[in-house]
T-cell receptor
């Protein structure tokens, strides 16, 4: 069974470019979560999605960030016009039901030059 | 805002010793979970304890929950060098809310 897959694992962007991070949840999991982690810090919740719906986006900046989890295909976290402060590790996680243990992907490390 | 807060922030022990990490949280919860993160990797779920449970064991791990004090502890017995990692507690407030993580405890086990 494949776990949560994220790609790319490393992404380098220049200021002002767009970053698209992809996440394929565990097969059968319909709940997807995105977290951001700065070096030496904990995980900060960004957004919680269920197939085709955003359930909670309270941790995601209103500007430049968007997320989707379409009926078919991976979940996408999109960051437009990246700035240096966006540099971080972005982790995707999935679960079969809300409140149950969640399974993390290996993360995408975004570096903004 | 952070719901859970781990204590201590860092812990260094000798192999074979026990390691205890604590977690305090602010609001009523549905369950509390502990995760481990090895450097540069995703988190791995260790154990889940529900709000109506007081203690749970899994191998060398023992978790306690005191809802009156809004706190939990994770005990790793007979630690090994491979236990070196960061440990995070995370709380679920209600069924449809996402896990909220603390800042973690960095555990170093010295061989």
């Amino acid at each position: 069974n494949a776990g949560v897959m994220q790609n790319p694992r490393h992404l380098v962007r220049r200021r002002g470019q767009e970053a698209r991070l992809r996440c394929s949840p565990v097969k059968g999991h319909s709940h997807v979560y995105w977290y951001r982690q700065l070096p030496e810090e904990g995980l900060k919740f960004m957004v919680y999605l269920q197939k085709e719906n955003i359930i909670d986006e309270s941790g995601m900046p209103k500007e430049r960030f968007s997320a989707e989890f379409p009926k078919e295909g991976p979940s996408i976290l999109r960051i437009q016009q990246v700035v240096r402060g966006d540099s971080a590790a972005y982790f995707c996680a999935s679960s079969p039901t809300p409140g149950s243990p969640i399974f993390f992907g290996p993360g995408t490390r975004l570096t903004v030059l | 805002s952070q719901q859970g807060e781990e204590d201590p922030q860092a812990l260094s022990i000798q192999e074979g010793e026990n390691a205890t990490m604590n977690c305090s949280y602010k609001t009523s919860i549905n369950n509390l979970q502990w995760y481990r993160q090895n450097s540069g990797r995703g988190l791995v779920h260790l154990i889940l304890i529900r709000s109506n449970e007081r203690e749970k064991h899994s191998g060398r791990l023992r978790v306690t929950l005191d809802t009156s004090k809004k706190s939990s502890s994770l005990l790793i017995t007979a630690s090994r060098a491979a236990d070196t990692a960061s440990y995070f507690c995370a709380t679920v407030v209600s069924g449809n809310t996402p896990l909220v993580f603390g800042k973690g405890t960095r555990l170093s086990v010295i061989a």
